[in-house]
Structure formats: structure tokens, C-alpha cells
């Protein structure tokens, strides 16, 4: 806490004074009555409190939330003049830009928030003011993660919290690209931000390839991919919604390049083309979160070392792979160890010619290492 990390741990907190309800404020006291921070209450939960403030003179009031949502959009406002030519991309992340529970992406002209903890969900009324103030959307949408909700002992958090509702399909912009996008329907809220500048980096290696798009969801990798002329591409996702939307967005962008899709599980596929000794120049794999615990970790580098050895060995020599990993409890140098060990297996030469990370609207707090989730490395197979 002295490190100013926003979590205090349920066996952290030896006594509470007075009466706490749900998402109160709450100052934290050291065993020796030294004033060190302020945060939201979350009862029952294993995060017990979420700091706002290490600041006694700062209070947790609506004023501190306008405050921080103004910032992390105005540092958004600059990104785009920077690089993001599109109309989506994350506006508040969390913990990361000093508003733990509250996440907030923008597609187009809607929001997609998250109320993750007591706190914010308490809070709903002035962070929907502040976002209507700040950002002037047309409609705010709550879709909220089920599974943080139950945590938190929150009921599901999804529907129309302000505005007009979103359409079944919004169509967003993302650099010279146009996506379909469902804020009620589509996995997580929508679309996957995160990967944003890492899809333009791909593209960079896809000239003349036969491609492999794996983990595809709507065909973020391939759409830009597609943009250099790839000789074919061959796109792997086990959501049948999810093909249905890449095949749209392909419509959607006059693509000519050939896409075969397939709607089947990656670890079975890959394991098909290794018998059937197909080969590919470029292959992507952006799977799901192995590693949601600590306990998970060991089967998640199992799942991880699996795809990544089948992938090299369906590679030309010199073929690209282009390999993610967005499980938080895996690191980068764990996440590396296990592509060396995924290459030694498969006896082949392997360089790594990028490092990737998080888009920049997703941006990591010194203090919460956490926020640093998705690592990628951009591999040449020889
Ligand atoms: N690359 C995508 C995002 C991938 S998210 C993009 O750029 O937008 C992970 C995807 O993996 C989801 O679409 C999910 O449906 C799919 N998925 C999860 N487990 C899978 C499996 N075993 N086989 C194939 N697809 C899977």
C-alpha cells in the first residue's frame, strides 16, 4: 500500500470502524493510527478495497471522478491525434488511470462501460454524467463481466444506461478499415482494442502469404493483413457468431483476397493441417485467456506451448509467427521460455524479430503491474 498499489486485500484488514455498506468510502489506517489511504468498500469481496487517493486531503467524491474520466480522455484525445485514425478505442481503463471497477470503451458514437466493483456500481449516476458531459456520446451501454460482478457480489450489470439504445451492429472505424461491432452481442464489449496497433504490425509481414488467422474473432489480423495482398487466408475461430461477423466485415471492406473460414476448436485444427502436411508463411495466434488464476498457470503455458510447437511446424523456413499471450499471470519472459520450449520441440530456429504489447490506450500504472496483460512476439521460424 506504501507503493501506492490500489488493492487491500480482505486479510489485510484486521478491524473496521463503525458501519461500512457497499462501495463506501472507507479510510485505511495502519495498526499504529498512521492516516495511508482512501478507497471504495467492496463487503465480501476478496479485494476488500479499491484506493483512490493516498492524499488525506483529497476527497472520494463525484468531483475526483469527473477528475480522473476527464484526464484519461483527454490522454485518449492525444493518441488519436498520434496514430489512431478511427472512431474506437478504450477511454478509461481502470485501475490504470486511477478509476479501479471502471472501464470504458467508445465505439463510435456509443459508449460500452463496466462497472466492476461495489464502488463504481454505486457510482453509476455521476460517472454517466461526466461521460455525457465529456465524451457527448449518443448512448452509454453497461456490459459489465459477469464473472468480476460475482466476485464483487453484483447482480449481472447489462443494458441501456443512458441515451439512444446501440444498434444490434454498430459499425466502427479503425484506420482505413470498417468493423461491425456488437455492443450487446459481441464478446467482451465488442471488440478487441487491446490488439489495435499490433493488427497494422502483421499486415507489415503479410505480402504474398498464404496466412493463417487463428483465435480469428471478427477478423481483426486478417482484415488489415488482407490490405497487403496475401495470396490466401485461412481463419479458425470456434464461434459460429463470430465467423458469421468476419465474413460480414469482409463484405463490409470490398476484400477480394481469398478467406476460407473455419468454425472448429485451433488445438484440433492445427493438429488436422499437421497431418494433412499443410504449410503456411504467416501464422497468428491470439487465443482466449488460458490463466485466470494462479493455479491455472502451469496448464495455461501447456495450452500455450501446444499451439505455438503445431504452428512452427506448419511454417515454410522463414515463416512469420506471430504469437500472443493476454493471460496477465503469464509473463513475458515465462511467456518466452515457453515459445523456446515450443521451438526447441519442434527442432526449429526461431528469431524474434518484434516485441508487442498492449495498444497505448491501454496503458500500464507503475503501481499496478497487473494492467500489463498482453505480450506478443513476432517470430521467424527457420
Ligand atoms: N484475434 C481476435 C481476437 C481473439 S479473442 C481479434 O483480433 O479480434 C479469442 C477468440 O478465440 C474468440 O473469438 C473465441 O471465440 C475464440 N476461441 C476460444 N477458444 C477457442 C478454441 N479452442 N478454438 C478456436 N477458437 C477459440
Known amino acids: 500500500m506504501l507503493q501506492h498499489h490500489p488493492w487491500v486485500f480482505s486479510g489485510a484488514v484486521a478491524q473496521v470502524q463503525g458501519y461500512v455498506g457497499r462501495g463506501d468510502v472507507v479510510d485505511v489506517v495502519a495498526a499504529d493510527g498512521e492516516w495511508l489511504a482512501r478507497g471504495t468498500w467492496s463487503s465480501g469481496s476478496q479485494i476488500r478495497v479499491r484506493l483512490f487517493t493516498w492524499d488525506r486531503d483529497e476527497a472520494l467524491d463525484e468531483a475526483l471522478l469527473r477528475r480522473r474520466i476527464e484526464r484519461a480522455v483527454a490522454a485518449r484525445q492525444l493518441l488519436q491525434a498520434d496514430d489512431r485514425d478511427g472512431d474506437a478505442m478504450r477511454l478509461v481503463f481502470a485501475e490504470s488511470d486511477g478509476l479501479p471497477g471502471l472501464i470504458v470503451d467508445k465505439y463510435g458514437e456509443f459508449l460500452s462501460v463496466q462497472l466492476q466493483t461495489q464502488g ?20 452509454i451501454y453497461e456490459r459489465s463481466d459477469p464473472d468480476m460482478r ?111 473460414t473455419e468454425v472448429a476448436d485451433v488445438f484440433q ?11 503456411f508463411d504467416l501464422i497468428v495466434l491470439d487465443p482466449p485467456k488460458f490463466a485466470h488464476a494462479g493455479g491455472q498457470i502451469e496448464r495455461a503455458t501447456r495450452g500455450y506451448k501446444d499451439i505455438n510447437l503445431i504452428a512452427m511446424q506448419l511454417l515454410r523456413p522463414g515463416g512469420m509467427l506471430v504469437t500472443f499471450s493476454c493471460s ?19 527442432r526449429r530456429d526461431v528469431q524474434i524479430v518484434e516485441r508487442l504489447t498492449q495498444s497505448p490506450d491501454h496503458p500500464v500504472l507503475l503501481t499496478f503491474p497487473e494492467g500489463d496483460y498482453l505480450k506478443g512476439l513476432v517470430c521467424r521460424v527457420w
Open 120 to 139: 463504481m456500481a454505486a457510482r453509476a449516476e455521476p460517472i454517466i454524467s461526466a461521460l455525457v458531459d465529456l465524451v457527448k456520446p449518443r448512448g
Open 328 to 346: 496477465g499471470l503469464v509473463s513475458t519472459d515465462l511467456f518466452q521460455k515457453v515459445i523456446f520450449g515450443a521451438a526447441v520441440d519442434a
Open 150 to 260: 460475482e466476485k464483487e457480489s453484483l447482480p449481472p450489470g447489462e443494458g441501456l444506461l443512458w441515451g439512444e439504445m446501440p444498434p444490434e451492429q454498430v459499425i466502427i472505424r479503425q484506420h482505413a478499415l470498417k468493423f461491425y461491432t456488437s455492443l450487446q452481442s459481441g464478446q467482451k464489449t465488442g471488440f478487441f482494442l487491446d490488439q489495435a496497433r499490433n493488427r497494422r504490425r502483421v499486415a507489415a509481414y503479410a505480402a504474398g502469404t498464404e496466412m493463417l488467422d487463428c483465435f480469428s474473432y471478427s477478423g481483426g489480423f486478417l482484415l488489415y493483413a488482407a490490405q497487403s495482398q496475401p495470396d490466401h487466408i485461412t481463419a479458425i475461430d470456434s464461434s459460429a457468431p463470430a465467423i458469421d461477423m468476419l465474413r460480414a466485415n469482409l463484405e463490409l471492406n470490398g476484400v477480394s483476397t481469398s478467406v476460407d
Open 269 to 279: 485444427k492445427l493438429r488436422q493441417y499437421r497431418f494433412e502436411k499443410r504449410q
